[in-house]
């Protein structure tokens, strides 16, 4: 009997040995599986060009020019007008020679037939308002011009041209729109 109490104590004292041994590992081995590492910040990706629109109205007429203000992309532009249905528009092309402006019917734009260059603007293109009935508030009209952009790609023959129908994902979209206005 007093042999298996022997044994039982060397037993005991063996397990607590153990036990403190292996608690010795057991903060290096639960760092491995709790420590994780955050990464943050950004970098911009300029993907294409950016424009901005200038309106100047004068005697029910605005005068529209697209800018390029990206540093080093060349870009193809576009414009689109919406306007109330009494409305009367009509478009005059103000560049040299009177031909740079061009309407498709077939989507309702007016393409600007130049290449825009990074830094350049449009010629001038005329939208006149007319129609409007002797008792309209000529002040508040609204006549929206919107206009678009597309960087200059090239085909296999090394010819500009523009792809319209290209999308091009806003990156805010991935960060869940935390990431600053991307800017040239």
């Known amino acids: ?3 298996m109490e022997s044994y039982k104590k060397v037993w005991i004292a063996s397990a607590a040995a153990l036990c403190m ?3 010795m590992a057991l903060p290096g081995s639960l760092a491995y599986f709790t420590t994780y590492v955050s990464a943050g910040g950004s ?3 300029h993907m294409g060009s950016q424009t901005e629109i200038h309106e100047d109205v004068s005697a029910m007429t605005k005068h529209v020019t697209i800018t390029n203000t990206s540093q080093m992309n060349d870009c193809y532009v576009r414009v ?3 306007h109330g249905g009494q409305l009367k ?3 005059t092309d103000k560049s040299e020679a009177g031909n740079l402006w061009s309407y498709s019917e077939e989507d309702g734009y007016w393409y600007y037939g ?3 260059p ?3 603007s449009t010629e001038v293109l005329d939208v006149e308002i007319g129609g409007l009935p002797e008792d309209y508030d000529r002040d508040s009209f609204n006549v929206v011009v919107i206009q678009e952009c597309t960087p200059v790609i ?3 023959a090394g010819n500009p041209t523009a792809d319209w129908n290209t999308v091009y994902s806003d990156y805010r979209e991935a960060d869940g729109g935390q990431g600053e206005e991307a800017r040239d």
């Open 1 to 3: 009997m007093k042999k």
């Open 21 to 23: 041994v292996g608690s």
């Open 43 to 45: 970098q911009v990706v």
């Open 80 to 82: 689109k007008v919406f």
């Open 89 to 91: 528009i009509s478009y």
């Open 114 to 116: 130049a290449i825009l």
């Open 118 to 120: 990074a830094g350049a």
């Open 154 to 156: 090239y085909d296999d």
